[in-house]
């Protein structure tokens, strides 16, 4: 499956910005797939995830602020960012599991296609 992510831009703290990971070659229905970011010189960092099911779950940082969704008709997951803080910026990737794997994990190793990311940008 490939992945294609979009949606990033420059907004100021306190803005929502959406951003949307098509899949092209396979549904996407199939895969628990997960938004990262990496900021630089740090880490990949997990962010969200959906199972096929729609079982979600959140990075602590973004919890309450962030929403996963998908939508199977477009192929796309969608991650809807809410009250953006400057501490959100980072380049956002997707990335989604072996098709067999029905769980979230929250490390990137353990997802096995990626999308390039899409930069978002949080000004103070």
């Known amino acids: 499956v490939q992945l294609q992510a979009s949606g990033g831009g420059l907004v100021q703290a306190g803005d929502s910005l959406r951003l949307s990971c098509t899949a092209s070659?396979?549904?996407?229905?199939?895969?628990?797939a997960a938004w990262f970011r990496q900021a630089p010189g740090k880490e990949r960092e997990f962010v969200a995830a959906?199972?096929?099911?729609?079982?979600?779950s959140y990075g602590d940082s973004v919890k309450g602020r962030y929403t996963i969704s998908r939508d199977n008709t477009e192929n796309t997951v969608y991650l809807q960012m809410n009250s953006l803080k400057p501490e959100d910026t980072g380049v956002y990737f997707c990335?989604?599991?072996?098709?067999?794997?029905?769980?979230?994990?929250?490390?990137?190793?353990?997802?096995?296609?990626w999308g390039r990311g899409t930069l978002v940008t949080v000004s103070s």
């Open positions: 990335g989604v599991r072996n098709p067999a794997v029905t769980v979230i994990h929250r490390t990137a190793r353990s997802y096995a296609s």
């Open positions: 070659g396979r549904a996407l229905s199939g895969y628990v």
């Open positions: 959906i199972t096929q099911s729609r079982s979600t």
